[in-house]
């Protein structure tokens, strides 16, 4: 059974840092599609930064410059870390897995910028 476990949400000030964690377990990070969703209140969910199983990134133009995701294959692991953070940032913050056909989400973390 595939499980996505994500971590690191809390409150922090606009122009924090912060950094999210997505331990995986169940397929290899490195045989997957991982991405990185958020969804604020009354928006739809938006994909934010992807690695392919080949190491390539992309990431939504409204967080190019300021998220990297990355991952550590020794712990199955995901990261997104997250700079100069705004208060358009606050979302809930999911993690999902691709391999093949199939895909898996996490239960979400709460990220919230405020002063």
């Known amino acids: 059974q595939v499980q996505l476990v994500e971590s690191g949400g809390g409150l922090v000030q606009p122009g924090g840092s912060r950094r999210l964690s997505c331990v995986v377990s169940g397929v290899f990070v490195s045989s997957s599609a991982i991405n990185w969703y958020r969804q604020a209140p009354g928006k739809q969910r938006e994909l934010v930064a992807s690695?392919?199983?080949?190491?390539?990134?992309n990431y939504a133009d409204s967080v190019k410059g300021r998220f990297t995701i990355s991952r550590d294959n020794a712990k199955n692991t995901v990261y997104l870390q997250m700079n100069s953070l705004k208060p358009e940032d606050t979302a809930v913050y999911y993690c999902?897995?691709?391999?093949?056909?199939?895909?898996?989400w996490g239960q979400g973390t709460q990220v919230t910028v405020s002063s």
């Open positions: 999902n897995a691709q391999w093949g056909t199939f895909d898996a």
């Open positions: 690695i392919t199983r080949s190491g390539d990134t």
